[in-house]
């Protein structure tokens, strides 16, 4: 958001923090908030009423007017980092809009969901040569203050390298069964100590908790899609070739490398806008 605010200096960008005072000054520390405002609603009495959720399910969007543009834009949670083009497609027309009036503009009209790519659109991006790829690497994630979450962050991240230098399926499930131990003795500590709200009502979107384990979900996912892509397409291969290839083609099968570049984001991103947060709810030495 601050990034947002420097490039758009005609924009206001508010970070609206629903949790507490002492998140609001943490997220100050995190992101060194100068052009966009950080601000925190003191009591729930001030919470939005029908609209609103936390800022990884959407942003509310207003014109300079403070008619709402959109009251819930596309989800990081389910489209990650392209979430935010929608937000910049909006902004871009709201002010050309304002910029030369030619546009005919609805305050109530509604956002266009994001279209997500198939895989036969996406095919010729794959297809590029390796030294015209980024190098994909994976660090091992920061501490987040609890030293159980660090051990699995460090597991996790071996368990992504292996992924990224070999490609194989079989390194691929190895991330997937490392993720789903992790995720789930992570989400077991957040209940214990009741981080982001989780003991209260599931349905609050204002749940940081909720939203939490919803980017487990969308990490997961992405690594499903490509375990069930990569076994489709070996299961065509086998049939036409016969079964006595058949072990051979899944083993030989190969990770798509933009869908390993995806989840090196995701695990990177979630650790560090995640993970960050529950240090200072849950102790250290939390087990």
């Given at each position: 958001?601050?990034?947002?605010?420097?490039?758009?200096?005609?924009?206001?960008?508010?970070?609206?923090?629903?949790?507490?005072?002492?998140?609001?000054?943490?997220?100050?520390?995190?992101?060194?908030?100068?052009?966009a405002k950080?601000?925190?609603?003191?009591?729930?009495?001030?919470?939005?009423?029908?609209?609103?959720?936390?800022?990884?399910?959407?942003?509310?969007?207003?014109?300079?007017?403070g008619?709402?543009?959109?009251?819930?834009?596309?989800?990081?949670?389910?489209?990650?980092?392209?979430?935010?083009?929608d937000?910049?497609?909006?902004?871009?027309?709201?002010?050309?809009?304002?910029?030369?009036?030619?546009?005919?503009?609805?305050?109530?009209?509604?956002?266009?969901?994001?279209?997500?790519?198939?895989?036969?659109?996406?095919?010729?991006?794959?297809?590029?040569?390796?030294?015209?790829?980024?190098?994909?690497?994976?660090?091992?994630?920061?501490?987040?203050?609890?030293?159980?979450?660090?051990?699995?962050?460090?597991?996790?991240?071996?368990?992504?390298?292996?992924?990224?230098?070999?490609?194989?399926?079989?390194?691929l499930?190895?991330?997937?069964?490392?993720?789903?131990?992790h995720?789930?003795?992570?989400?077991?500590?957040?209940?214990?100590?009741?981080?982001?709200?989780?003991?209260?009502?599931?349905?609050?979107e204002?749940?940081?908790?909720?939203?939490?384990v919803?980017?487990?979900?969308?990490?997961?996912?992405?690594?499903?899609?490509?375990?069930?892509?990569?076994?489709?397409?070996?299961?065509?291969?086998?049939?036409?070739?016969?079964?006595?290839?058949?072990?051979?083609?899944?083993?030989?099968?190969?990770?798509?490398?933009?869908?390993?570049?995806?989840?090196?984001?995701?695990?990177?991103?979630?650790?560090?806008?995640?993970?960050?947060?529950?240090?200072?709810?849950?102790?250290?030495?939390?087990?």
């Amino acid at each position: 958001m601050e990034s947002w605010a420097q490039k758009r200096p005609n924009v206001q960008y508010l970070c609206v923090c629903v949790d507490s005072q002492g998140v609001a000054f943490q997220f100050q520390q995190m992101f060194g908030f100068q052009h966009a405002k950080n601000c925190w609603i003191p009591d729930r009495r001030y919470f939005p009423v029908g609209y609103g959720q936390l800022g990884c399910s959407g942003f509310v969007i207003s014109d300079e007017d403070g008619l709402f543009v959109s009251r819930k834009t596309t989800s990081y949670l389910n489209y990650g980092e392209k979430a935010f083009d929608d937000v910049d497609d909006i902004l871009d027309k709201l002010l050309e809009k304002k910029k030369d009036n030619k546009e005919n503009y609805s305050p109530t009209s509604s956002v266009t969901p994001l279209k997500t790519e198939n895989r036969e659109e996406k095919a010729p991006k794959r297809q590029k040569k390796e030294e015209e790829e980024k190098k994909m690497e994976i660090e091992v994630p920061k501490s987040v203050g609890v030293d159980s979450m660090d051990e699995d962050h460090e597991e996790c991240a071996v368990a992504i390298a292996l992924l990224i230098k070999t490609r194989s399926v079989d390194a691929l499930q190895t991330v997937s069964q490392q993720l789903i131990h992790h995720f789930n003795e992570e989400e077991e500590l957040m209940q214990k100590h009741n981080f982001g709200n989780a003991n209260d009502d599931p349905s609050n979107e204002f749940s940081a908790y909720r939203n939490h384990v919803k980017d487990h979900k969308r990490i997961l996912e992405i690594i499903n899609r490509e375990i069930n892509a990569v076994a489709l397409v070996s299961s065509a291969c086998c049939g036409a070739k016969g079964t006595s290839t058949c072990e051979t083609t899944k083993k030989l099968a190969k990770v798509d490398t933009q869908v390993i570049k995806e989840i090196v984001e995701a695990f990177s991103n979630h650790t560090e806008k995640y993970d960050s947060l529950y240090g200072h709810v849950i102790p250290s030495n939390a087990s």
